[in-house]
């Protein structure tokens, strides 16, 4: 079993920056690929970034593209997501989230990662 811990959350002004953390309890997820998504209230759960066990590969939703930047340190088994220009509408509860190495499908939909962390609040003012 795998838990995911996420921090870094927090109220922030419009424009303001905050770096999110995910914690992994054990080292084999360093082999996993690592989702971050985010959920409004009464939205549904989407997409935000996801990182390749590597590092090599990076994935992006649109409304992420240009102000956020997802890495990793595998020997912290931790992964990271800075959040720049933060907008009102980048409110939500943000959850990490990991896929085994053998998952198949696309990184940007939620039913393909098995393991999820509890989630992090991040509130932007306006």
């Known amino acids: 079993q795998v838990q995911l811990v996420e921090s870094g959350g927090g109220l922030v002004q419009a424009g303001g920056s905050l770096t999110l953390s995910c914690a992994a309890s054990r080292r084999t997820v360093s082999s996993y690929t690592i989702g971050w998504f985010r959920q409004a209230p009464g939205k549904e759960r989407e997409f935000v970034a996801a990182?390749?066990?590597?590092?090599?590969?990076?994935y992006y939703a649109d409304s992420a593209k240009g102000r956020s930047a997802i890495s990793r340190d595998n020997a912290k088994n931790t992964v990271y997501l800075q959040m720049n220009d933060l907008k009102p509408e980048d409110t939500a509860v943000y959850y990490c989230a990991a896929r085994t190495p053998n998952s198949g499908g696309v990184v940007y939909i939620p039913p393909n990662y098995a393991y999820w962390g509890q989630g992090t609040q991040v509130s932007v003012s306006s």
């Open positions: 990182i390749t066990w590597s590092g090599s590969s990076t």
